[in-house]
């Protein structure tokens, strides 16, 4: 019963496991390939620091990210929480030990970018019927490895802001439809209220 329920879940969204796993196991791919070389520029020098911090003190001392004496006289952290620690991905960092800082920084990553593709393939699915879809997973696979991703995929804060801009476009396009007007404006609000969705507009 369970296995025929998972053969038809199966058929009937594969190709929103596609537009999850392709682009994040080419990306991860790439830098598994080089040896996992992912802690360079910014990452390596600034948001690794800020994310170790994170780690150490979320559960165990969290008043930490809201003020901190570990600069000077101390200096608020609220600021910089929610720039750079807000992605409720970085959860997964308290999977692993300090040591392997850097892949979970890869995995994180990853996840990303594969939630990337599937939130734009469920926007861009809507605009094709049957066997089309296929050209709405080529269309997520390519916004989801977009220049902007490959440039900027170490500041891997901001990729949070192209998970959610397909669902934006998705809610604007709902404004049109009765009924749901209030709703989605109210998510359209949280969408746009977004620091790093505010940046990269």
């Known amino acids: 019963m369970i296995i025929e329920k998972f053969k038809s879940h199966l058929k009937t969204k594969y190709l929103y496991w596609l537009s999850f796993l392709l682009p994040a196991l080419i990306f991860a791919s790439y830098f598994i390939y080089r040896n996992q070389e992912i802690l360079t520029v910014d990452l390596g020098q600034q948001y690794i620091d800020f994310l170790s911090f994170y780690k150490n003190n979320l559960f165990s001392n969290p008043l930490n990210l809201v003020y901190t004496l570990s600069s000077g006289l101390g200096n608020s952290f609220i600021g910089t929480w929610a720039y750079y620690l807000t992605s409720p991905f970085n959860l997964l960092l308290f999977l692993f030990s300090n040591s392997h800082l850097p892949e979970a920084i890869l995995l994180i990553i990853s996840l990303k970018v594969g ?10 699915q809507k605009f094709f019927t049957g066997d089309n879809k296929i050209f709405a997973l080529a269309a997520s696979l390519a916004f989801s490895l977009s220049g902007f991703v490959i440039s900027y995929n170490l500041n891997l804060m901001w990729l949070d802001s192209l998970i959610l801009l397909p669902l934006l476009l998705d809610s604007i396009d709902k404004l049109f439809v009765p009924k749901k007007h209030y709703f989605y404006l109210i998510g359209i609000t949280f969408y746009s209220g977004s620091p790093t969705f505010i940046l990269v507009l």
């Open 115 to 124: 939630s990337i593709g599937l939130s734009s393939f469920y926007y861009f």
